[in-house]
């Protein structure tokens, strides 16, 4: 999905802000509270469900899934497990989200803490961006009926419950691809492509591209490599396995899938927009999380 500028945000667009917020010691509670000092002094109205209030000693009525549907904004403090899980609530509201990294690593959470302030004044004063991020939509079907309906950010997957190889059996728009026999099977979006994807062998995808991604997880036919499919397909994966196999997504969510189960995935409805800092681009942030190596001219200047 491209990049395109923010919809009309300015200081007068933005009155309702949502903030989430991932508890951790000694580091949670003085930023939250210094953010909710900041925004309420420049009059916004914040909205935050119990568990986040709770962590500078406040109380909220306001439930976690209703803030997306009433914020004009949304900022996440946390690690991008934090972001994976409000993303899945935001989606439907196309609300946009500055996520801001509190965790270690962070492909997602892309703006550090000291860049907090400067970065949100210049989404206050509209000169942001915002990057529209595929979602997958998973839907197990069983004897015909769907059991289960879903969303993904980064990836849905397919992994054994049991210390078995796991047989599936996938379809693309409907006609036969491939059989796996492996440990299980990663379905990923563009922004998955730098999650459990890339553990198992998979490419790096650049996140405005649109794509699903297959990576086998240890195959047992090494022919059976990752691939990269359009958009527009819609997958179907059979599981011919005996013993029940775990479906999670983004790796917070799952449940079961039993022999003839089929997993039906294609891409969502709707995009997650998320805010890019104007000072950092998608190269920078794979250099700096993957310690890839600096241009021949920095180098020759450190030396």
């Given at each position: ?7 009309d945000v300015t ?6 802000i949502?903030?989430?917020c ?7 509670r003085?930023?939250?509270q ?11 109205q914040?909205l935050?469900a119990p568990?986040?209030?709770e ?7 306001c439930?976690r899934?209703?803030i997306?549907?009433?914020a004009?904004l949304?900022?996440v ?7 994976l899980?409000v993303a899945?609530l935001t ?7 500055l996520?801001v990294n509190?965790g270690?690593?962070g492909?997602?959470?892309e703006v550090?803490?000291p860049?907090l302030y400067g970065?949100l004044?210049?989404?206050?004063e ?10 997958l939509n998973?839907c197990l ?6 059991v289960?309906?879903?969303f993904?950010l980064?990836?849905?997957?397919i992994?054994?419950?049991a ?13 036969y691809?491939t059989?796996?026999r492996a440990?299980?099977?990663?379905i990923?979006t563009?922004?998955g492509s ?5 553990s198992a062998g998979?490419p790096?995808i650049h996140?405005?591209m649109?794509?699903l991604?297959?990576s086998?997880?240890?195959p047992?036919?090494l022919?059976?490599r990752?691939i ?8 179907q994966v059979?599981l011919i396995t005996?013993?029940?196999v ?5 790796g917070q ?11 039906e ?5 709707t ?8 000072d950092?681009?998608?190269y920078?942030?794979l250099?700096q ?5 600096r241009?021949?001219d ?5 030396s």
């Amino acid at each position: 999905m491209a990049c395109q500028p923010f919809r009309d945000v300015t200081v007068d667009s933005i009155k309702t802000i949502g903030v989430f917020c991932k508890q951790k010691p000694n580091i949670s509670r003085a930023v939250l509270q210094e953010l909710a000092e900041w925004l309420r002094k420049r009059n916004y109205q914040l909205l935050m469900a119990p568990e986040t209030a709770e962590i500078i000693g406040e109380t909220s009525e306001c439930r976690r899934e209703d803030i997306p549907s009433q914020a004009d904004l949304i900022i996440v403090l946390g690690g991008d497990g934090t972001l994976l899980s409000v993303a899945r609530l935001t989606h439907p509201f196309d609300v946009p989200i500055l996520a801001v990294n509190l965790g270690s690593l962070g492909f997602l959470t892309e703006v550090a803490l000291p860049e907090l302030y400067g970065t949100l004044e210049q989404v206050l004063e509209g000169e942001s961006s915002i990057e529209r991020r595929m979602l997958l939509n998973a839907c197990l079907q069983r004897k015909g009926t769907t059991v289960q309906d879903d969303f993904a950010l980064n990836d849905v997957v397919i992994n054994k419950s049991a210390a078995r190889i796991v047989n599936l059996e996938v379809h693309v728009n409907g006609q036969y691809m491939t059989s796996y026999r492996a440990d299980g099977l990663i379905i990923a979006t563009p922004t998955g492509s730098t999650a459990y994807s890339l553990s198992a062998g998979g490419p790096i995808i650049h996140p405005s591209m649109n794509a699903l991604l297959l990576s086998p997880i240890c195959p047992f036919t090494l022919t059976n490599r990752p691939i990269v499919i359009p958009n527009q397909s819609t997958l179907q994966v059979r599981l011919i396995t005996e013993e029940e196999v775990q479906v999670t997504l983004d790796g917070q969510t799952g449940y079961s899938m039993f022999r003839d189960d089929v997993l039906e995935i294609k891409q969502g409805p709707t995009p997650v927009s998320l805010i890019q800092s104007k000072d950092k681009n998608y190269y920078q942030i794979l250099r700096q999380k993957l310690h890839w190596g600096r241009p021949a001219d920095d180098r020759k200047q450190g030396s």
